[in-house]
């Protein structure tokens, strides 16, 4: 039996890091600023930016601080990054 289309591919993910850029694009703020209104180190924030890091509980607390949107929009939009991340690693090996 194949794999059902899902649409996703690695292609098509973003990781939510890249919400992150646009907020700081949008706001004018650079990621040190961002770092240090939510006490994390410029270089954590980075690694979120760049898909390296997931956005945590308490890094999104912090977004939530800074940005008009909900600590848990930024729980959401990681737990939908990692559940389709595991999708598409699943049909990949199928």
């Known amino acids: 039996m194949g794999a059902k289309w899902t649409g996703l591919s ?6 939510p890091g890249e919400r992150i850029r ?4 949008l706001y004018q703020m650079t990621q ?6 939510i006490d994390k180190s410029e270089e954590h924030i980075n690694r979120i930016i760049a898909g390296e890091n ?3 509980p308490d890094v999104a607390v912090g977004l939530e601080k800074v ?8 729980n959401r939009l990681q737990m ?3 559940e ?6 699943r049909i990949s090996n199928l």
């Open 10 to 15: 690695n292609e098509t993910l973003t990781h």
């Open 67 to 74: 940005f008009p949107l909900s600590a848990t929009f930024w």
């Open 54 to 56: 997931p956005i945590t």
């Open 22 to 25: 646009m907020q700081l694009e």
């Open 32 to 37: 040190k600023e961002l770092a240090a209104r």
């Open 80 to 82: 939908k990054y990692d």
């Open 84 to 89: 389709e991340k595991t999708e598409i690693e």
